[in-house]
């Protein structure tokens, strides 16, 4: 079994309230959504939160996930 086949099996413990690493995904070719960026920054996911979220994305660009995500 490769390491990195090891590394995918290990269960992580969920924690109440906090979305876990493995579900905040973000990759250079896709095009983030409002609601991916709300997610990623922690927010819930409301109407306010979701044009704040559009309008991030529509000044800053992909850049905007990219700050919030480690």
Do not use: F, I, Y
């Not at 990195?4 to 099996?9: A, G, M, N, P």
């Amino acid at each position: 079994m490769s390491e990195e086949s090891e590394s995918l099996s290990v269960s992580v413990p969920e924690v109440r309230g906090v979305t876990p690493d493995r579900l905040l995904h973000t990759g250079g070719g896709d095009r983030p959504t409002a609601e991916d960026l709300v997610l990623a920054s922690g927010r819930d996911l409301t109407p306010e939160a979701l044009e704040w979220a559009q309008r991030r994305l529509s000044e800053e660009g992909r850049s905007a996930m990219d700050k919030r995500l480690p």
